[in-house]
């Protein structure tokens, strides 16, 4: 059997915001198997789905551009190592300048990006500069860009939060998108777009939770099928109550203003990145030769 070290341990807990002897006997019972292991949390305790993904760590910006006609938006990631920097103005202009550059010249990647020109030098070269100016080891990890045929709409919420909705309607509607999409970071745009095999394993799971409630098979499908609508609801932007109205779904916010959205892009920084953390005592300890 697999050993089930502290960092396993941590990882699902993490995952499943559950506790650690919870989380071990779960590993032990999965000879490891963290993936599986989740799965069994949620079936016995009714553990929401994996949280690991939203864990905002790293410190930095998203830089945003939207053209004037509004059918043009970038945003882009750009990290560094202390909040104090990712207040520093000549950052978050990088960041900025970044982004108008991925608007217009719509670069493949980050390493196409980083060989483009930028103000006479390569983007590279300018990020280069900015270590040496700042002090701080400084990356530009991810970037998205949107091109639309009505228009677009931008929200940042602060630096740390960047939408571009794609969207026909009113611009208060593309205002109110652009928000609720940075409050409630929807997976998919429809139902229909979610992934059959995501909903087969969502299926899966709630399947295995409603039998060890001991109810009646008949009741045991209306509640996996009510299950199943709910996580649909909870994952795609059109079945999400709408952030400034949760009587309505933000389909039916759409349809009574007469809009519609095509799509959208979202950042958050540091998404998926787990900062390091140190041991203080135990680095004075390494120090001083007393580790064990």
Known sequence: MAEITAGLVKQLREMTGLGMMECKKALSETAGDVQKAEELLRIKSGAKASKAAGRIAAEGVVGAFLSPGARLG???????????VAKNEDFLSFANRVAELIANADPANVDTL??????????EERRQSLVQKIGENISIRRFERLRSASRLALYLHGAKIGVIVDYDGPEQVGKDL???????????????D??????????????????????????????????????LGEIALLGQPFVKDNKQTIEKMLAANKS???????????????????????????????AR
């Open 194 to 231: 979610v992934p059959a095999n995501v909903v087969a394993r969502e299926r899966e799971i709630l399947a295995a939770r409603a039998k060890e409630s001991g109810k009646p098979a008949e009741i045991v499908t209306r509640m996996v099928e009510g299950g199943v609508n709910k996580f």
């Open 114 to 123: 980083s060989s483009l020109d930028l103000d006479g030098a390569k983007v």
């Open 178 to 192: 652009a928000m609720h999409v940075a409050f409630a970071k929807p997976a998919f745009l429809a139902k229909a």
């Open 74 to 84: 970038a945003l882009v990631e750009v990290n560094c190592e202390t909040d104090f």
């Open 260 to 290: 519609r959205v095509h799509g959208y892009r979202y950042i958050v920084v540091g998404e998926g990145i787990e900062k390091k953390t140190n041991d203080f005592a135990a680095e004075v300890q390494a120090q001083a030769g007393l």
